[in-house]
C-alpha cells in the first residue's frame, strides 16, 4: 500500500543505468495485471536506445524526460489477441499502472506517457518502432532512477463518491 500512496510522476532521472532485473520485475508486474476475459492483450517494447528515446521526444510534446530516462517501456494492444472488442486499452491501461507501483516499490522513478488515442502519436510511434498492424501503442512509461523527490499527494477526495446513485 505504501507503494500506491506514495508513487508521484517522476520526469528527472541520473543517470545510473537500470537493471534488466528490475526491468523483468516491471514486466511480470504489467503481465499480472487483470485482463477481460484473461486475454492478456499486451505486448510490451523495452527501450535502452537513446536514439530511439530521443526521435520519441520529436513527436511526442511531453516525452523531454526520456532524454534522461533509463529505460521506456512501451504498453502496446494486440487486436488480434482480443476476445472483447476494445477492452484492450482497459487492460493494457491496468498493466501500466501495475508497473508504476512497482516501479515505486523497488525504488524507481516513473512516469506515464499517453499515446493513444492520439492518432499522430500512434501513428509515428508505430513507424519507429516497426509494429504491425494488429498492435496499437497504448502508452510509454520513462523509467529510470529519481534525480527529484516529490512528497506523496493525498489525492482523496469525498466529493466525487456518490452511493448508489448519483
Not at 76 to 86: A, E, T, Y
Request: glycine share 6%.
Amino acid at each position: 500500500m505504501q507503494a500506491i500512496f506514495s508513487r508521484r510522476s517522476i520526469r528527472k532521472y541520473t543517470d545510473k543505468k537500470v537493471p534488466e532485473e528490475l526491468i523483468e520485475q516491471l514486466l511480470r508486474a504489467g503481465m499480472a495485471a487483470p485482463s477481460a476475459g484473461n486475454e492478456q492483450p499486451w505486448h510490451f517494447i523495452v527501450i535502452d536506445d537513446r536514439a530511439i528515446m530521443n526521435e520519441i521526444t520529436r513527436f511526442h510534446p511531453y516525452s523531454k524526460m526520456l532524454t534522461e530516462a533509463s529505460h521506456a517501456i512501451v504498453v502496446c494492444g494486440d487486436q488480434s489477441l482480443q476476445k472483447h472488442k476494445g477492452y484492450w486499452v482497459q487492460d493494457c491501461s491496468a498493466a501500466m499502472e501495475n508497473m508504476l507501483i512497482m516501479a515505486q516499490y523497488v525504488g524507481l522513478g516513473a512516469v506515464w506517457l499517453g499515446v493513444y488515442p492520439v492518432e499522430d502519436r500512434v501513428k509515428a510511434l508505430s513507424k519507429l518502432l516497426g509494429l504491425p498492424e494488429n498492435v496499437t501503442p497504448l502508452s510509454i512509461m520513462a523509467l529510470g532512477y529519481p534525480a527529484e523527490i516529490k512528497e506523496p499527494a493525498d489525492r482523496f477526495n469525498p466529493s466525487r463518491i456518490h452511493r448508489n446513485r448519483w
